[in-house]
C-alpha cells in the first residue's frame, strides 16, 4: 500500500515540515565542494536559482573534476545495495516491517568512505584522493533504487502460499525486473519536464541535500558530541535494548496492559487489546512496532503527525467502535479488526469454493457460496481510500493550482537557472538509453504473461496497464514535484481492471503492478536525478548507479523472499510469528475483492459495502470548506489541515493496527514538536541521526534474533513472550480478537 503521502508537504511554498533542514542559516555552511577548486564561470559568477528554498540549500558552484566512478563508490554501493535490499524485503514480511531508508546509507557510508581513503593505497579508480560529495550522492542514490521491495514481491508471495502456483526463478525475475525499469525508461524521457526546468523544485531532495553538506563542510561552529559518536552510542544502545522486545520479553511490542485489568470481559479487550484490538491504553515499547507502517516519525513535520493523529483518533477510536458496536454490515459475526475476510456465517473464507480449476471466479459457486464479508473496519478502510483518490484532486486544485500551472508553463519554455548551466559541462544520456530500457522492459513484460499462462493476463490488458502511467504521469510528476504530493494510481488500476476482466485474481494484481509501479517508480528515478542535477552529478553516472542498483534489488528481493518461503515453518500464519506477513495477507485480500469476486460484486448494487462508493463524492467535497476555513484564518490552524494526508494514512489500517499509530504520533509529538521547539540545538544536532542509529541498532539486533531462533530453535517459553491464555494470543489478551460468539477466528 502507497505511503507515499504520509510524507507530503502542505504548500509548495512551504519552508518547514519535511524539507527540514540542518543549519540555521544554510549559506554559513559554504559550497559543497573545495572552494578552491569549487568552478562557477564568470558570465554567471552571481547567478542563482529563482526558487528562494533551493537559492538558501543548493550553492551555485561545482567542481568538475571532482572523480566519480571510483572503487569506493562501486564497492559501498554494491554492499549497501545488497544490505537494504535483503534487510527490508527480510522485514516485510513479519508483523513489524520496519524499513531501513537511505538515510541509514547517508550516515553509514561517509565514515567508511573516508576510511578507505586513508588505508587504500592512492591509485586513480581504488583511491584518487579524498572522499568527496559525488561519490556520497552516488552511494545514496544507488541505495536509494533498493530500499523499496519490488510490488512484484507481493504477486510471487500469494502465489505460491495461497494460488498454490510457482512461477520459479525464470519468471518471478522477469515480473520484477520488467516491473521496476519500465518506470526508469519513462523517467529519462521526462527529464525536460521535471528534472531540468528550475521550477520543479522536488522538495523532498532539499533535506538530503542539507545532511550532504554537513558531511562535506566543516561547520566550525560545532560543539559538543560529534555525530558519529552520537550515532554509534545510540546504535549500541538500541542494538542491546532490542533484545528484550525482539527475544527474551516479546511482550513488550504489543503492551495490552489495560485489557489485562479484565481480560474476561470481551468489548474491553476488543477495544484496549494492541494485537487483535483497537489498542486503547496499549503501548509499544519496540521500535519496530513504532516505525513499521508510517516510517521514523523523527523526520515528519509537526504538522502532518497531528493531522494523521486526529484522523486515525477518529477512525479506530469513534466511527469503528460505533460501525461495530452498531452492528452494520453484521459487523459482530467477526472480530473487530483483521484484513481476514469471511462469508455470511462469520466463517473465514475460502476462496476455493468460488473458483475454476485455472483460479478464475466460478459465478454461480460464488452467487451461492457468497457474498463477501469484511470486517468493519476493513470494508470503512475502503471507503477512506475511495475518499484519499478524489480528495487529492480536489486539494491540489485548490492550494496548488496557481503553483502548479506556472510551474508548467515555465518548464515549456527554456528555463535555465544555474544548476542547468552548470550542468552543461557533462555529457547528457542519449533519449534512446532510456527508450531501450523502457521498450526492452515492455517487450520483456509479454514474455512474462505469454510464458506463464497462470497470470491470465491478455495482451491489451497489459497494453492498458502500461498507458496508465505514460497518461499520467506527468501532471502527478508536477505535482510532487511542486507539492511533495503524489496522488497514488492502485485503486485505480484495481477499479479499472476489475469491471474489464473479472474473476481473474492473479491478473488483477498484475495489472495493478504494471499500472501503479510504474509509475512511482519513475518518479522515485526522477527525484534522483533532479539529486542529481541540484549537486551536480554527471548525468552518465547516475544513470549507471540507477540502473545496477535496480537489477541488485530485484535479484535479492526475490533471493530473500524465497528463501523465507522455504525455510521459515508456518510463514504467512499465526504460528509463524513473528513471519505473519501482514502487507501479504491485505494484498492477497484485495486480490480476492478486486480479483477474484471483482468490484460489481463487492461494491455494485446489491452489495453489503455499496454505499462505500459515495466515498468517492465524500473526498472530493471535504477538502473544500477546509480552503475557504484557511482563507479567511489564515493565521490559525486551519492552514494546516491536509485531508488527502489524513485519508491516506488512516486507509493503511489494516494491515496496520492502532497501536502503530497512537505510538508513532506520541513520538513524534515528542520529537518534532517539544524537542523541535524547547531543545531546538539538540534537535538540529542528533534528531535525525538519533532515527538513523535506532534503525540500524534494531534492524541488526533483530538479523542475530533470527539466526538465534533459527540456529537454536528455542525462544524463551514465561509469560512475558505471550500465548499463555485460552486464545494463545501474543499480547496475553484473548478475547480481543473474538467476535459476538467468543470464537476467535484468527488468533
Not at 514480511?93 to 531501513?100: E, I, K, P, V
Not at 523523527?298 to 504538522?303: A, M, S, Y
Request: charged share 15%; with cysteine; aromatic share 18%.
Amino acid at each position: 500500500m502507497d505511503t507515499t503521502s504520509v510524507h507530503s508537504s502542505h504548500e509548495g511554498k512551504r519552508k518547514d515540515g519535511i524539507n527540514e533542514t540542518i543549519f540555521d542559516d544554510e549559506k554559513k555552511a559554504g559550497s559543497f565542494y573545495d572552494n578552491d577548486h569549487a568552478a562557477t564561470p564568470d558570465d554567471f559568477y552571481d547567478e542563482d536559482s529563482p526558487i528562494e528554498e533551493v537559492k538558501i540549500v543548493v550553492p551555485n558552484t561545482d567542481d568538475p573534476t571532482l572523480p566519480v566512478f571510483t572503487f569506493r563508490m562501486w564497492f559501498l554501493g554494491i554492499i549497501f545495495s545488497c544490505v537494504l535490499s535483503f534487510v527490508n524485503q527480510f522485514f516485510w514480511y513479519r508483523r513489524n516491517a520496519m524499513t531501513l531508508s537511505p538515510l541509514v546509507v547517508q550516515l553509514i557510508s561517509f565514515p567508511l568512505g573516508k576510511f578507505m581513503e586513508k588505508v587504500i593505497p592512492k591509485s586513480r579508480f581504488f583511491n584518487p584522493g579524498p572522499f568527496n560529495m559525488k561519490e556520497h550522492v552516488l552511494i545514496t542514490a544507488m541505495a536509494n533504487c533498493c530500499f523499496s521491495t519490488a510490488y512484484a514481491v507481493d504477486i510471487i508471495t500469494i502465489q505460491n502460499l495461497w494460488y498454490d502456483q510457482d512461477m520459479g526463478w525464470g519468471g518471478g525475475i522477469l515480473l520484477i525486473w520488467t516491473t521496476q525499469l519500465i518506470g526508469f525508461g519513462m523517467a529519462g524521457v521526462l527529464r525536460p519536464y521535471l528534472v531540468y526546468p528550475s521550477n520543479m523544485v522536488w522538495p523532498s531532495n532539499l533535506a538530503n541535500i542539507s545532511l550532504f553538506r554537513s558531511f562535506h563542510v566543516v561547520d566550525k561552529e560545532w560543539v559538543g558530541m560529534s555525530r558519529y559518536r552520537y550515532f554509534m552510542y545510540a546504535f549500541a544502545g538500541m542494538f542491546v535494548y532490542y533484545w528484550l522486545p525482539g527475544y527474551f520479553f516479546q511482550i513488550l511490542t504489543f503492551f495490552s496492559w489495560a485489557c489485562w485489568l479484565k481480560p474476561s470481559n470481551r468489548v474491553w479487550s476488543q477495544l484496549t487489546g494492541g494485537y487483535n484490538g483497537l489498542g486503547m491504553f496499549a503501548i509499544s515499547f519496540d521500535w519496530s512496532t513504532i516505525v513499521s507502517f508510517l516510517g521514523s516519525p523523527l523526520i515528519v513535520p509537526w504538522w502532518a503527525i497531528a493531522n494523521i493523529a486526529v484522523g486515525a483518533g477518529i477512525v479506530s477510536w469513534v466511527i469503528v467502535p460505533a460501525l461495530y458496536y452498531g452492528n452494520v454490515w453484521n459487523s459482530q459475526k467477526f472480530p473487530i479488526m483483521t484484513s481476514a475476510l469471511f462469508t455470511r456465517d462469520g466463517e473465514l473464507w475460502n476462496n476455493s469454493m468460488v473458483m475454476n480449476p485455472d483460479k478464475s471466479l466460478n459465478q454461480e459457486a460464488y452467487d451461492e457460496y457468497g457474498p463477501l464479508y469484511m470486517t468493519s473496519f476493513f470494508a470503512f478502510t475502503y471507503g477512506i481510500l475511495f475518499a484519499g483518490v478524489t480528495s487529492i484532486l480536489t486539494h491540489t486544485f485548490l492550494f496548488h493550482r496557481k503553483d502548479i500551472v506556472a510551474q508548467f508553463k515555465a518548464s515549456r519554455h527554456e528555463d535555465e537557472d544555474i544548476h542547468r548551466k552548470l550542468m552543461r559541462v557533462y555529457p547528457e544520456v542519449p533519449d534512446w538509453w532510456y527508450l531501450v530500457i523502457f521498450f526492452g522492459s515492455f517487450a520483456a513484460s509479454f514474455g512474462v504473461i505469454y510464458g506463464w499462462p497462470e497470470i491470465q493476463l491478455p495482451w491489451w490488458g497489459l497494453i492498458l496497464a502500461i498507458a496508465i502511467p505514460v497518461i499520467f504521469v506527468l501532471p502527478i510528476g508536477i505535482i510532487q514535484a511542486v507539492t511533495n504530493q503524489q496522488p497514488g494510481l492502485n485503486i485505480i488500476t484495481e477499479l479499472i481492471i476489475g469491471y474489464a476482466l473479472p474473476g481473474r485474481p492473479i491478473a488483477n494484481v498484475t495489472f495493478k503492478t504494471y499500472g501503479y509501479i510504474s509509475m512511482y517508480q519513475c518518479l522515485t528515478f526522477v527525484s534522483d536525478l533532479k539529486l542529481g542535477h541540484y549537486t551536480k552529478i554527471p548525468p552518465k553516472a547516475m544513470f549507471w548507479v540507477q540502473t545496477v542498483g535496480t537489477i541488485i534489488a530485484g535479484f535479492i528481493n526475490l533471493a530473500t523472499a524465497k528463501w523465507l518461503m522455504s525455510s521459515v515453518a508456518n510463514i504467512c500464519t499465526t504460528e509463524g510469528y513473528p513471519f505473519t506477513c501482514p502487507s501479504a495477507h491485505t494484498f492477497y485480500s484485495a486480490s480476492v475483492i478486486w480479483g477474484t469476486i471483482g468490484p460489481g460484486n463487492m461494491f455494485g448494487n446489491g452489495s453489503p459495502y455499496s454505499s462505500m462508493n459515495w466515498f468517492f463524492l465524500i473526498g472530493f467535497i471535504l477538502p473544500i470548506p477546509f480552503y475557504f476555513l484557511s482563507k479567511k484564518y489564515p493565521n490559525s490552524f486551519w492552514k494546516y489541515v491536509h485531508i488527502p494526508l489524513i485519508f491516506n494514512a488512516t486507509g493503511m489500517m489494516p494491515p496496520a493496527v492502532p497501536l502503530n499509530f497512537s505510538m508513532w504520533c506520541a513520538l513524534g509529538f515528542i520529537s518534532m514538536f517539544w524537542l523541535r521547539r524547547y531543545r531546538r540545538e539538540w534537535w538540529v544536532k542528533y534528531n535525525y541521526i538519533t532515527s538513523a542509529a535506532f534503525d540500524s541498532g534494531c534492524a541488526i539486533a533483530a538479523l542475530l534474533i533470527f539466526a538465534v531462533v533459527q540456529g537454536s530453535d528455542y525462544t524463551p517459553d514465561w509469560w512475558g513472550n505471550g500465548g499463555k491464555d485460552e486464545n494463545f494470543t501474543f499480547d496475553n489478551c484473548p478475547l480481543a480478537g473474538v467476535n459476538s460468539s467468543d470464537v476467535c477466528l484468527v488468533c
